[in-house]
């Protein structure tokens, strides 16, 4: 987990403000991932990034954006916070597919809890 | 549309018991089938995953999985459990036209008594 950072570990906050979750990584990886995780449903895909240039929406990608500052770091903003957005939310790196031995394993980051009120 | 399911969200066993963890799938064509783990206030960590030969698979923590194509199944087993085995447990699949994106079941709880 030391490899995948993500900060704040816990953030609380209000209704409509924005907010920014951050993910740095050292494994050198090009693929990022976003993901949330909520209570009986597992974890689902928000954005996934290619590299700097190339960003993609995941399945439930509305509320939120994305910006892939460098190959190290992905974040993650909601605009306007919405209750139903409290969740655990997970970074996570991967290899380019096809490379390597542990090619299509993801690295998780210890997660982010937030809690809009 | 592809996906994994867990039918039991959680599994109680007896420390020292055999385990099992399942997972079924629904994907066209041949699927690429993972297990990962969560413990308490932490990312999910990779255990094991199914790409092509061997239908049983092994993988770390003496933890072992067997797919199953006839049944599309791929459970998640251990032959003796540990109280330190306890914790919440995904089985995933990558999506078979886009290699970058995968597929995560709702989880399952594992809690094993000594």
């Known amino acids: 987990d030391a490899d995948v950072t993500q900060t704040p570990r816990n953030r609380i906050t209000k209704t409509g403000k924005r907010i920014m979750l951050e993910c740095s990584q050292t494994k050198g990886h090009d693929r990022m991932y976003w993901y949330r995780q909520d209570p009986g449903l597992g974890l689902r895909l928000i954005y996934y990034?290619?590299?700097?240039?190339?960003?993609n929406k995941g399945e439930i990608s509305d509320g939120y954006s994305v910006s892939r500052q460098a190959q190290a770091k992905f974040s993650l903003s909601l605009e306007s916070a919405i209750p139903n957005q409290t969740a655990l939310y997970f970074c996570a790196t991967s290899e380019i597919p096809g490379q390597g031995p542990n090619t299509d394993t993801q690295y998780f980051g210890p997660g982010t809890r937030l809690t809009v009120l | 549309a592809q996906s994994v399911a867990q039918p039991e969200d959680q599994v109680n066993v007896a420390e020292g018991n055999p385990l099992t963890v399942k997972c079924t799938y629904s994907v066209s064509g041949n699927p690429y089938l993972f297990w990962y783990v969560q413990y308490p206030n932490r990312g999910l960590q990779f255990l094991l995953k199914y790409i092509t030969g061997d239908n049983l698979v092994k993988g770390s923590y003496g933890f072992e999985a067997e797919f199953n194509k006839s049944q599309t199944s791929f459970h998640l087993k251990k032959p003796s459990a540990l109280v330190s085995d306890s914790a919440l447990y995904f089985c995933?699949?990558?999506?078979?036209?886009?290699?970058?994106?995968?597929?995560f079941g709702s989880g399952t709880k594992l809690n094993v008594k000594p």
């Open positions: 990034s290619f590299d700097v240039k190339d960003i």
């Open positions: 995933a699949v990558r999506d078979v036209y886009n290699f970058n994106k995968f597929y």
